[in-house]
């Protein structure tokens, strides 16, 4: 690391003590980026990376509402818009109790990276509440919904900032928050993606971000002369895009064998197909259960309080969440022959897993490339709503699959050194240079 990055990073940590994962994801981007600005004094003389690392807005705001016991209800709200060089605003919404001003800023900053990546124009932003939607009622969350547009309306519109669902928001809740939205600004505009199919939402919206996932792993494979047919895959995670990265590698082939909750995972040696996916969405999306009543419906093995890293694969997909994969489970998985690791989630693995993955020259997808099937696919929703139209889901899912090979081709060209692909590199310097040429057209601001 030389002087001046660790002085860039000694100053950011500084500023910003108690932002452990902003400082993790600043950090990976900031050591891939370096050497590329040293060969580009513009971006230096211009402090972009400095500019990209401070938001351009923090709003933090009270959420007070009444629960079904008449109960008030205190909770915090926060929007970060980080970048808008290339768009929008556009970022999700997270409702759980681990949301801090910390955590939003990594997703954020990550988002920027990534949605400049996905070849729309789109900036990035990240957003939530320390609320959380499990165990509420309905009215529960409407309650909340509707408090919280309340404050967050004024800073959001459909060419300011688009704001998505994440971890705890959604299809009810973004159509709690859309609704009060409507309401307020009496206007039915694309201000929120992930709407219903029936109100001015995309097709493949809910698989976007799983298919996509696939679409980006079948690419690097297809660079070893690969496929994902036939592999073992193994999964953490059982949400929306757990399920979705499933289905679609059965679909081409795979066999899928785990799939985790904060409870366990669970080890199905047959492999999950059609029938068991569609029991876990149920029991999953509606009865809102635990993984383990998978493995006693289908009598699999299930394994309390840990991660499925042990289990010997070709493919793995964290699909849970931030720092789920540390470096000890990255040398289990490439002592077990693991050839190709894909993010499904932001910043799944940690610094000394990533480290073990490009030591041994395994093929790994970091989250702002390998998840972007989402934002990809929100931004689609964007211009469906623009247009006011609505295209089939054969459309969506090619205009998907191509975004997804475009952004596996940036990573390509950024990345490729002696005829390996570093796909972190290739990620950051791809998004990092598309952002700073905007920056750099619009002036100091």
């Given at each position: 690391m030389t002087n001046e990055l660790s002085g860039f990073l000694t100053v950011l940590k500084n500023r910003y003590p108690a932002e452990t994962e902003f400082h993790q994801a600043v950090t990976e981007v900031a050591k891939s980026v370096w050497p590329f600005i040293e060969k580009n004094p513009k971006y230096k003389k211009a402090k972009i990376l400095e500019r990209m690392t401070e938001p351009e807005r923090a709003i933090l705001f009270r959420v007070t509402w009444k629960d079904s016991h008449g109960e008030v209800q205190i909770?915090?709200?926060?929007?970060?818009?980080?970048?808008?060089?290339?768009?929008?605003?556009?970022?999700?919404?997270?409702?759980?109790?681990?949301?801090?001003?910390?955590?939003?800023?990594?997703?954020?900053?990550e988002q920027v990276l990534k949605n400049a990546l996905t070849t729309l124009p789109m900036g990035g932003g990240k957003g939530g509440s320390d609320f959380d939607p499990k165990g509420k009622t309905d009215d529960e969350v409407m309650s909340f919904c509707q408090a919280f547009m309340t404050e967050l309306f004024r800073h959001i519109g459909p060419d300011t900032d688009v704001p998505a669902g994440d971890i705890g928001v959604g299809g009810r809740e973004i159509g709690?928050?859309?609704?009060?939205?409507?309401?307020?600004?009496?206007?039915?505009?694309?201000?929120?993606?992930?709407?219903?199919?029936?109100?001015?939402?995309?097709?493949?919206r809910e698989e976007a971000t799983g298919y996509g996932l696939i679409y980006f792993v079948e690419e690097m494979l297809r660079t070893k002369s690969n496929s994902i047919n036939n592999k073992i895959v193994v999964i953490s995670g059982s949400g929306n895009v757990a399920q979705f990265a499933a289905e679609k590698a059965f679909m081409l082939g795979a066999h899928v064998v785990t799939l985790s909750d904060s409870s366990g995972y669970i080890y199905d040696r047959n492999g999950i197909d059609p029938e068991k996916l569609a029991f876990l969405k149920?029991?999953?999306?509606?009865?809102?259960?635990?993984?383990?009543?998978?493995?006693?419906?289908?009598?699999?093995?299930?394994?309390?309080?840990?991660?499925?890293?042990?289990v010997a694969c070709q493919v793995a997909l964290p699909c849970s969440t931030q720092n789920e994969l540390g470096g000890a489970d990255a040398q289990t998985l490439v002592g077990n022959g693991c050839l190709c690791v894909g993010e499904g989630a932001n910043m799944p693995s940690t610094p000394e897993a990533v480290e073990v993955f490009l030591g041994k020259?395994?093929?790994?997808?970091?989250?702002?490339?390998?998840?972007?099937?989402?934002?990809?696919?929100?931004?689609?929703?964007?211009?469906?709503?623009?247009?006011?139209?609505?295209?089939?889901?054969?459309?969506?899912?090619?205009?998907?699959?191509?975004?997804?090979?475009?952004?596996?081709?940036?990573?390509?060209?950024?990345?490729?050194?002696?005829?390996?692909v570093n796909y972190v590199n290739g990620a950051n310097i791809a998004g990092f240079r598309k952002v700073a040429e905007a920056m750099l057209d619009q002036g100091v601001l």
């Open positions: 909770n915090r709200g926060f929007r970060i818009q980080m970048n808008s060089a290339i768009g929008p605003y556009k970022g999700g919404l997270r409702f759980h109790p681990s949301v801090t001003l910390g955590t939003l800023k990594f997703l954020a900053f709690f928050l859309f609704g009060q939205y409507k309401k307020i600004r009496n206007e039915f505009t694309g201000v929120l993606t992930g709407k219903s199919i029936n109100w001015s939402g995309s097709r493949i149920e029991l999953k999306n509606v009865k809102r259960g635990r993984i383990k009543e998978y493995a006693e419906h289908f009598k699999c093995e299930f394994f309390p309080g840990k991660k499925p890293w042990s020259k395994i093929a790994f997808g970091p989250g702002k490339a390998a998840n972007a099937g989402g934002v990809s696919v929100s931004g689609l929703e964007m211009s469906q709503n623009s247009l006011r139209l609505q295209w089939s889901n054969d459309e969506v899912d090619k205009r998907l699959s191509d975004i997804m090979k475009a952004i596996h081709n940036q990573c390509v060209r950024y990345g490729s050194q002696d005829g390996f």
